[in-house]
């Protein structure tokens, strides 16, 4: 078998094997597609300049691949023994011929027999030999059938080995896109030496290092060295058992440990076994999970402020009114007078940690107006400090704008955050505040929607907050002060999102102090002061008010004052109670010309659905609803939910008089 430029390929000689054909005959007629045959005789050259001992026909057939010529096969077929025959046949009828000739002399009819009969004989030959040439013929067809059939084979066998590198190729483009594609770190090492044989991309982003510099090494170098018995355990193990109370590292060119969640798998490839690993970076999802803790704790601490808050403010509301009635009582005693106003103190005091617990509550919503902060963020700071050896340094702009705001709420926020700076300065030192107007540009500052803004920095000069305390000094209950409650900073970050997404940020050096600024839409468009009532509602009590609450001590309490101002008052400890009440009295000669409902009852009907079967009963009801919930809805919009007022707990004796009168005056 010879390839496209004649070198010898397969032979039965295995000598020759490697050797060229460049003889004329090969390129002008093999390798053009041409059958080329010749018989060559015993001890005579063949077309390749081989002798040959035998008689053979020299046969070359070419190989054809995609419509050209490829090769050739190279054929001898021994006709020896046939030309052997052919020969003794030709040299007896010689010798016959001979003799005959001697013999002509003697008998010409005899010679003239002989003769015929050798020529029959000659003929018959001829006819052999024709059809041994025919034989020859179909043998060499049918062996260039066979050589064209297993060309037309090899080339099929081709196509297909070609198709599947190109499939193998494809599959192996297709493995590689999706691993390098993988969200997870993807880490390929041999099972049984620990060693790293291939990486993916994740996986050079999560060790902080180029494949190259992490393939060949062991799998131990990827964790903490500090903890090598541990990994050392689990590598051995393939990680297949990781101990679920423990969180797994790998350790970050930088030093940095990240947390990672680990499964694998062993596989077998190429007759060696391989450790498929599949390491995916906890980091985000253990600060979700953070924040929704954070998120956890907020909402129980809500839940247990709004229960807190509108149990104390029951007590402060029947202790304000009875300090307010013996106020009255002892008009004239100096002595009792000022310890009346220590009380009533100590009462304004608890009424603002009421409102500090009603921040994380749903109750503690801001009810917004109009407001200046200048006189608000003095009078809080001098009020903090106030004896405590820490100067106020206070500069505050003149034209300073005002907000959207809870004056109450907003005094929150400046004492807490001036306390804990207090706190920080240790009884020495100067408190710096500054009150400013800032515009917030598109890029200015990111998480601040653009526009006018109120900016109040607090800043003292103490150690600073260290850096591993920073991001959980907003958080209710946290606290690193054995006297503390872990409410302040946190009470004071809930009120100011609370005001139309404002923000507080936080600046610390260690050994230099801290800045808290904060950050408050300002009102759009021209202020003015917000307005009061024109004049005083000065009429005199008379009549009878029906007063609803489920706690005793504030219905008692709520009498007495409403007694004090001529009032004729009955109690009702539930809604079923007053609605009932308040029909008989409606059928009867004295009708009650004014009811008070508190707007959440214990196991009975509330403030809220009694007021609208009162209101059904009697369109002219007049009707107050008390909470200590001050910003719930019904109580910043009363009369969309059939109120006609709303004083909220604690109240003064003043204010429970003013809001009746006003509701009999039909003021609000």
Request: with cysteine.
């Amino acid at each position: 078998m010879f390839s496209a430029n004649g070198e010898i390929l397969f032979s039965t000689d295995s000598e020759e094997i490697g050797q060229v054909n460049d003889q004329d005959y090969f390129r002008s007629v093999v390798m053009r597609g041409k059958n080329f045959t010749k018989m060559v005789r015993r001890d005579t050259r063949t077309l390749e300049g081989r002798t040959v001992t035998r008689d053979v026909i020299e046969t070359y057939v070419p190989i054809f691949g995609r419509d050209r010529v490829v090769g050739a096969f190279e054929i001898y077929y021994d006709i020896t023994e046939l030309r052997e025959m052919f020969g003794n046949i030709i040299h007896r009828s010689t010798f016959v011929i001979y003799g005959v000739s001697i013999l002509l002399t003697t008998s010409l009819l005899i010679s003239l027999f002989i003769l015929s009969k050798n020529i029959s004989a000659r003929l018959r030959t001829e006819k052999v030999l024709a059809e041994r040439e025919e034989e020859l013929e179909d043998l060499i067809g049918q062996r260039t059938a066979q050589l064209s059939a297993a060309n037309l084979q090899m080339e099929e066998d081709s196509r297909k080995r070609r198709e599947i590198e190109q499939d193998l190729r494809v599959a192996e483009e297709r493995y590689r896109a999706l691993v390098e594609m993988a969200w997870d770190a993807i880490i390929i090492a041999d099972a049984d030496s620990g060693l790293i044989t291939d990486v993916n991309r994740k996986a050079t982003e999560l060790i902080g290092r180029r494949a190259p510099e992490i393939v060949g090494r062991h799998l131990l170098s990827l964790h903490p060295v500090d903890e090598g018995g541990l990994y050392a355990g689990l590598v051995k193990n393939h990680y297949s058992s990781p101990p679920s109370d423990t969180l797994l590292y790998v350790q970050h060119s930088s030093g940095r440990r990240i947390p990672v969640e680990i499964s694998a798998a062993i596989l077998a490839h190429g007759g060696r076994r391989i450790l498929l690993g599949i390491f995916r970076d906890m980091t985000r999802r253990m600060k979700i999970e953070k924040e929704l803790q954070k998120a956890e704790q907020l909402r129980t601490a809500s839940l247990l402020a709004g229960g807190i808050a509108h149990d104390f403010n029951n007590l402060l509301t029947a202790i304000q009114a009875n300090v307010s009635m013996a106020h009255q009582e002892a008009a004239g005693s100096g002595t009792i007078a000022k310890r009346l106003e220590g009380i009533e103190e100590a009462v304004n005091r608890a009424r603002g940690m009421t409102r500090q617990l009603l921040s994380f509550a749903r109750g503690g919503r801001p009810v917004t107006k109009p407001v200046r902060l200048d006189a608000i963020i003095r009078d809080s700071a001098a009020f903090v400090l106030q004896g405590s050896g820490v100067k106020c340094d206070c500069e505050i702009a003149p034209d300073l704008w005002p907000v959207n705001g809870d004056a109450d709420q907003l005094s929150q926020v400046v004492n807490n955050i001036v306390i804990n700076a207090s706190q920080a300065l240790q009884g020495r030192g100067v408190c710096r505040i500054r009150g400013e107007n800032v515009t917030i540009r598109e890029d200015d500052r990111p998480g601040l929607p653009p526009g006018r803004y109120i900016r109040i920095d607090i800043r003292d000069e103490g150690p600073g907050i260290p850096e591993d305390k920073l991001d959980r000094i907003f958080e209710p209950f946290y606290t690193t002060k054995p006297q503390g409650t872990g409410l302040g900073l946190s009470s004071a970050h809930a009120i100011v999102q609370q005001h139309g997404g404002g923000q507080i940020r936080v600046e610390t050096r260690a050994g230099e102090g801290t800045t808290f600024s904060v950050f408050l839409p300002a009102v759009p468009g021209p202020f003015g002061e917000s307005g009061t009532a024109s004049g005083e509602v000065d009429l005199k009590g008379a009549g009878r008010v029906l007063v609803m609450d489920d706690e005793a001590m504030i219905r008692d309490t709520a009498a007495n004052q409403l007694n004090f101002f001529g009032y004729e008052v009955d109690t009702a400890a539930d809604g079923e109670t007053a609605v009932r009440m308040y029909k008989e009295a409606l059928a009867g000669p004295r009708p009650y010309a004014a009811v008070i409902l508190d707007l959440t009852v214990s196991g009975g009907m509330g403030g809220k659905e009694a007021a609208g079967i009162l209101r059904g009963i009697d369109p002219d009801v007049r009707i107050i609803v008390t909470s200590g919930y001050h910003a719930d809805p019904v109580m910043t919009s009363p009369r969309e939910y059939g109120f006609d007022g709303a004083v909220a707990k604690p109240y003064r004796m003043d204010e429970l008089e003013k809001a009746v009168k006003a509701v009999l005056a039909g003021r609000v």
